[in-house]
């Protein structure tokens, strides 16, 4: 078969994959979060809620596509699909288990690390072009306020991860991973690791560092007029985003498909997903529980506390490396 | 040279000419976006696949994105950006004349002095292990010549940025709005209640 044919074919299932557990990350979260607030959650269409994923999708599909007067026609209609764009395209390079038929992934890049930093980095794009070009004054403090927040908080990532990379001495994921056989890198890099996982919350614009959308004061931030269709396709952007920053935690933290324990009677493609799914938990547990941050206190958070720890750690970790050998 | 070439170098032409002639400064933006993702996919065929990613971290990723915040703070309207007493179109074409001429003739100088280099072939494929020194392009390659062979240029562009990063602070004074206002207001209030023990007396 030709490589092309291969990556399509390997693109198409992935991309189903990714859609699917999209829908059930949303079911899930809604009925985590009732249980947690002490309602059942979504339990009228089909056995436990089970088919409301397909409701939700048929109701958004039917509903009508509208754009305000003032909105600017080419980039309201386009920033959807760049936000959908830079959400689905980093896994192309996410590999998901090695086996002695090779790596299960779409493409395996030298520089996986970077190439991730650098297409979630594009991921602001869809948001802030969504908002301006909605022509009202929401969307738009939306998108400014995402555009800062973004910038900001993508630097404290990008140090955080820049310590794993020392430790494993490598920037290709799989590389990562086998290097995390004996000891998974949450342990010698834990800083590192609360950085990237307040960062990596703050980059998908969740809560507690969800003012992009904040509903108490701009009503849904950048995405109040889109409707339909469109709205759903900045959804599923939000919910594959948070599937990626799993993906990557425990890819470079927690062993990617590296069993705990020596327990190999689990195939590692099972300990990754449920590595990913323990993540997916973590970040719906907060959202039952946690405040929105107001907005001086995020960015002073950022820069004055994130990123010195961040520093200090690439710092330390690159000292320690050194001086062993 | 194959599809892998023209595609992203007929993309990097067209959103050159589509930055400097759209109509909306965030067309422009959006335009240099393209832009500068076709120069990493061209990065990227001559298998430096480091700069290729920084290319995209640190200009689409956060200098393109600042332009956008600026832009879109400014003409939050859509209505395009009308056009103020400005000489430059008399001088376009003469100037494109002029700068086609001189990159014409660095092209020839540098073609004739060296040779016209050619692409490594399939370098992406045969590329060695991740990330380790010796490979073209790669990270490893890449860091070594930075703090190596070009410490120097290297030592005083970072000195140059963090005196901007200081001129910034200075600039900017050490207050920001927010903090001011919240000393304004707790003023006001002491004010307030000194006026309300005078009025008890």
Request: hydrophobic residues 55%; charged residues 10%; positive net charge.
């Amino acid at each position: 078969m030709p490589l092309w044919l291969i990556v399509l074919i390997k693109s198409a299932i992935l991309l189903f994959i990714v859609v699917t557990s999209f829908a059930y990350a949303m079911l899930a979260e809604r009925k985590v979060m009732g249980w947690m607030q002490l309602r059942p959650g979504p339990n009228r269409v089909g056995p436990w809620g089970l088919m409301q994923p397909a409701a939700d999708a048929a109701k958004l599909i039917l509903k009508e596509d509208l754009a305000p007067r003032t909105a600017d026609p080419l980039l309201y209609r386009l920033a959807p699909f760049v936000s959908l764009l830079t959400a689905f395209s980093v896994y192309a390079i996410i590999p998901f288990d090695v086996t002695s038929a090779g790596t299960w992934s779409i493409g395996n890049v030298n520089a996986g690390v970077l190439f991730l930093l650098a297409i979630t980095s594009l991921g602001v794009y869809g948001i802030s072009l969504g908002g301006w070009a909605s022509g009202s004054k929401f969307p738009l403090l939306g998108s400014v306020r995402s555009t800062a927040q973004m910038i900001s908080y993508e630097l404290g990532m990008g140090l955080a991860l820049a310590g794993v990379l020392l430790v494993a001495g490598t920037t290709s994921l799989d590389g990562i991973v086998s290097a995390q056989r004996d000891l998974w890198f949450f342990i010698p890099q834990f800083v590192a690791f609360v950085v990237y996982v307040v960062t990596a919350i703050a980059e998908t614009n969740r809560v507690p560092f969800d003012l992009v959308e904040a509903e108490t004061e701009l009503v849904a931030g950048f995405h109040t007029e889109y409707s339909g269709l469109r709205f759903g396709l900045f959804f599923i952007a939000e919910y594959v985003n948070m599937l990626t920053v799993s993906c990557i935690a425990s890819l470079l933290f927690f062993g990617g498909w590296n069993a705990p324990f020596g327990w190999t009677w689990l195939p590692g493609i099972v300990w990754f997903l449920l590595k990913v799914a323990a993540f997916m938990f973590f970040y719906i547990w907060l959202r039952a529980t946690l405040p929105r941050f107001r907005y001086d206190r995020l960015m002073a958070f950022g820069w004055k506390v994130l990123l010195p720890i961040a520093t200090l750690n690439v710092v330390v970790t690159a000292v320690v490396i050194a001086l062993k050998g | 040279m194959s599809a892998i070439f023209w595609v992203p170098a007929i993309v990097l032409v067209a959103s050159a000419v589509w930055t400097v002639t759209a109509s909306k400064p965030v067309y422009s933006v959006v335009a240099l976006l393209l832009n500068f993702v076709a120069l990493a996919v061209l990065f990227l065929t001559l298998s430096a696949e480091f700069l290729a990613m920084i290319q995209l971290i640190v200009y689409s990723g956060a200098i393109l994105v600042l332009f956008l915040f600026v832009i879109a703070l400014l003409s939050s309207g859509v209505a395009p950006l009308s056009l103020g007493p400005n000489r430059l179109p008399r001088i376009v074409a003469p100037a494109a004349i002029c700068v086609a001429v001189a990159l014409g003739l660095v092209l020839a100088g540098v073609a004739t002095s060296h040779g016209i280099p050619a692409p490594p072939r399939a370098a992406y494929a045969n590329a060695g292990s991740a990330g380790m020194p010796g490979v073209f392009g790669s990270v490893g390659d890449f860091g070594k010549a930075l703090f190596t062979t070009y410490l120097l240029p290297f030592e005083v562009t970072a000195l140059i940025l963090m005196v901007a990063v200081i001129g910034t602070i200075v600039l900017a004074g050490d207050e920001t709005p927010y903090v001011a206002s919240r000393r304004r207001a707790e003023q006001n209030r002491k004010a307030m209640r000194e006026a309300i023990a005078r009025e008890g007396d």
